[in-house]
């Protein structure tokens, strides 16, 4: 029998993706298939390059073509990625657009953003971040470029900063690290509007914003000047931080505003000393996120413990997920894989969001 690519096509209708319940044929995803003699190579296109299924994919194709074609061939898998968007006139060159979100101050939010920046930077994804946090900024410390100035570029545009692969950009560099801002509602969202649209991102498949606490001035010039992809929540498992989670988390349900929530993410979930590694100690109380989650009908995306190093390295202005090895990095990296999972399917299941027109009852 002739191998030919319309064969392999066939074969590969099999192989379904786990996240959009498709086959990889009818969703697009194969491309560039060469057969020379009994070498078959061909190239999956993935949702998002941090795609946790990303292996399980390459040997269900392996297998596919093997069994539904012939045993002799010599199959060549190439995984790449093109990271699905909605339509976003505002910023066209950035896909999507993801705030990071809490209730309260105080449940590490910020380093969580961080750190799911750089583990999404590790895998290939394009990646910005954004300090939405007028009042409180934190972004120059946790990348260390704490009293540094941005350039202009021609345009007359910010250039951001770039650390380990992150695009970053911060009221804190425009001001002094020591400088209180004591601005009042309007001149911190025209703070905002300036650092999202006078920065030449460039590219970017992911623009996370690292937003305040609670809800304001700041999340409704967000989602009015941009169209917010989705919106992840941060928590705590104390019963006072969940409940002003849920109450930070529920704006974005709001009918005018409409943003999906992508899930919930619960930090300092338990304690685990170093000598004693194998041990959890639920200093905080336990199932929090999980009720939070539940609450606001979506996903508990991930669980990080309280680990002596988190701190340390924010503090040098090196986030931990930039170490690829070690427990803790590896919970950002599983969480960031998760979350590019679940920003692939609200694309493919869920209409874009629209910028908000808040009117006066």
Same mark, same amino acid.
């Given at each position: 029998?002739?191998?030919?690519?319309?064969?392999?096509?066939?074969?590969?209708?099999?192989?379904?993706?786990?996240?959009?319940?498709?086959?990889?044929?009818?969703?697009?995803?194969?491309?560039?298939?060469?057969?020379?003699?009994?070498?078959?190579?061909?190239?999956?296109?993935?949702?998002?390059?941090?795609?946790?299924?990303?292996?399980?994919?390459?040997?269900?194709?392996?297998?596919?073509?093997?069994?539904?074609?012939?045993?002799?061939?010599?199959?060549?898998?190439?995984?790449?990625?093109?990271?699905?968007?909605?339509?976003?006139?505002?910023?066209?060159?950035?896909?999507?657009?993801?705030?990071?979100?809490?209730?309260?101050?105080?449940? @590490?939010?910020?380093? #969580?953003?961080?750190? *799911?920046?750089?583990? /999404?930077?590790? !895998? =290939? $994804?394009? %990646?910005?971040?954004?300090?939405?946090?007028?009042?409180?900024?934190?972004?120059?410390?946790?990348?260390?470029?704490?009293?540094?100035?941005?350039?202009?570029?021609?345009?007359?545009?910010?250039?951001?900063?770039?650390?380990?692969?992150?695009?970053?950009?911060?009221?804190?560099?425009?001001?002094?690290?020591?400088?209180?801002?004591?601005?009042?509602?309007?001149?911190?969202?025209?703070?905002?509007?300036?650092?999202?649209?006078?920065?030449?991102?460039?590219?970017?498949?992911?623009?996370?914003?690292?937003?305040?606490? @609670?809800?304001?001035? #700041?999340?409704?010039? *967000?989602?009015?000047? /941009?169209?917010? !992809? =989705? $919106?992840? %929540?941060?928590?705590?498992?104390?019963?006072?931080?969940?409940?002003?989670?849920?109450?930070?988390?529920?704006?974005?349900?709001?009918?005018?505003?409409?943003?999906?929530?992508?899930?919930?993410?619960?930090?300092?979930?338990?304690?685990?000393?170093?000598?004693?590694?194998?041990?959890?100690?639920?200093?905080?109380?336990?199932?929090?996120?999980?009720?939070?989650?539940?609450?606001?009908?979506?996903?508990?995306?991930?669980?990080?413990?309280?680990?002596?190093?988190?701190?340390?390295?924010?503090?040098?202005?090196?986030?931990?997920?930039?170490?690829?090895?070690?427990?803790?990095?590896?919970?950002?990296?599983?969480?960031?894989?998760?979350?590019?999972?679940?920003?692939?399917?609200?694309?493919?299941?869920?209409?874009?969001?629209?910028?908000?027109?808040?009117?006066?009852?």
């Amino acid at each position: 029998m002739q191998v030919t690519k319309d064969i392999i096509l066939n074969a590969l209708r099999s192989v379904d993706d786990p996240d959009l319940k498709k086959d990889i044929v009818t969703l697009g995803m194969v491309k560039e298939i060469e057969i020379n003699g009994n070498l078959v190579s061909f190239t999956v296109v993935l949702t998002t390059p941090a795609c946790p299924m990303k292996e399980q994919i390459r040997k269900a194709c392996v297998n596919a073509v093997k069994l539904l074609v012939s045993q002799s061939l010599e199959v060549t898998v190439n995984m790449t990625a093109n990271v699905t968007s909605i339509e976003n006139k505002t910023i066209p060159e950035v896909r999507n657009i993801i705030a990071i979100s809490s209730g309260k101050g105080g449940v @590490g939010k910020s380093t #969580i953003a961080a750190n *799911l920046a750089v583990a /999404l930077a590790n !895998t =290939g $994804a394009k %990646v910005g971040l954004l300090d939405a946090d007028i009042y409180g900024p934190s972004l120059p410390i946790l990348f260390g470029f704490e009293g540094k100035k941005p350039y202009l570029n021609d345009a007359n545009k910010l250039i951001p900063f770039e650390q380990h692969g992150v695009k970053l950009m911060s009221i804190g560099t425009l001001v002094s690290p020591q400088q209180a801002i004591v601005w009042r509602g309007p001149m911190a969202s025209k703070a905002l509007r300036q650092l999202i649209f006078d920065s030449d991102w460039g590219e970017l498949d992911y623009l996370l914003i690292d937003m305040p606490p @609670g809800t304001g001035d #700041i999340h409704l010039t *967000l989602v009015q000047s /941009l169209p917010v !992809t =989705g $919106a992840v %929540v941060i928590t705590t498992p104390q019963k006072l931080a969940v409940a002003d989670a849920r109450k930070g988390a529920e704006m974005f349900r709001w009918d005018q505003i409409n943003v999906p929530i992508l899930g919930v993410i619960e930090n300092m979930a338990y304690f685990i000393p170093d000598e004693a590694p194998e041990k959890k100690y639920y200093i905080f109380g336990e199932n929090g996120g999980k009720s939070l989650a539940e609450a606001l009908e979506t996903e508990l995306i991930g669980q990080i413990p309280i680990r002596q190093g988190i701190a340390e390295n924010s503090d040098f202005g090196t986030p931990i997920a930039v170490y690829k090895s070690g427990d803790i990095a590896k919970v950002y990296h599983e969480i960031a894989g998760t979350l590019a999972q679940k920003i692939a399917i609200r694309n493919a299941s869920v209409s874009p969001t629209l910028k908000v027109e808040i009117r006066n009852q």
